[in-house]
């Protein structure tokens, strides 16, 4: 079946780069998505990446797509503490599902002043 | 509306009653998605709607959770005879429509707690 894995935690100082890494199983994934989860709020999408694309930039965002090993990693430049938060990895897939989400456990991003 | 509704946001009940959880799409969205998620534990998808209709209930925990969709806008998630395992956040979310390029775009849930 379809799964979604993700490091659990993240834990870096402000103004550094993170990289908050995900794999999923599912090869015939269409679109790849990261979501962030501020404490006692909703999923808010901060990008999403086709999957015959390798990488997509969104301002201090970088999506880098490693289709054949099945990797998704995002990155933030220049991390500062109001990017603390949860971040979750998804996809959607084909077939009999196509358009439902599968969603990793979440990273819980820590930065450090 | 400006965004997705839910409501109420927190939820306190005794074991053994029923409640209802609300949602409000976002106008114009026809898909409508029912999230549980449990504290460290990832989304765990409930059910969602096309419209009216719910072609995919297979995420529904057990006979005690149903939900339904009017007017193809507000959704209620129903839970009866509420265990202290349901204690969780119920996350809505709602989408232009349920396809391959899904964006969805989520409430800010609604925690219950079941004492």
């Known amino acids: 079946g379809e799964d979604v894995e993700q490091s659990l935690f993240l834990s870096v100082r402000e103004g550094d780069s993170s990289v908050i890494n995900c794999t999923y199983t599912?090869?015939?994934?269409?679109?790849l998505y990261w979501y962030k989860q501020e404490p006692g709020a909703g999923l808010q999408l901060l990008t999403y990446?086709?999957?015959?694309?390798d990488m997509k930039q969104d301002q201090r965002l970088t999506v880098l797509l490693n289709k054949k090993d099945k990797h998704l990693s995002l990155r933030i430049a220049d991390t500062q503490t109001g990017d603390s938060a949860i971040y979750f990895c998804a996809e959607s897939i084909n077939g009999g599902s196509q358009g439902n989400l599968i969603f990793g456990k979440g990273t819980k991003l820590s930065v450090k002043p | 509306g400006a965004g997705v509704s839910q409501s109420p946001s927190n939820k306190v009940t005794e074991k053994g009653k029923d409640v209802e959880l609300r949602c409000d799409p976002i106008?114009?969205?026809?898909?409508l998605y029912w999230y549980r998620q449990s504290l460290g534990q990832g989304l765990e998808f409930l059910i969602y709607?096309?419209?009216?209709?719910?072609?995919?209930k297979s995420g529904l925990p057990s006979d005690r959770f149903s939900a339904e969709r009017t007017g193809g806008s507000v959704s209620t998630l129903t839970i009866q005879r509420t265990q202290q395992e349901d204690s969780a956040v119920y996350l809505c979310a709602s989408s232009l429509e349920h396809r391959a390029k899904n964006i969805q775009y989520f409430g800010a849930g609604t925690r219950l707690s079941v004492l």
């Open positions: 106008s114009g969205h026809t898909a």
């Open positions: 990446i086709f999957s015959n694309m």
């Open positions: 599912d090869s015939s994934s269409t679109y």
């Open positions: 709607f096309q419209g009216n209709s719910a072609p995919d």
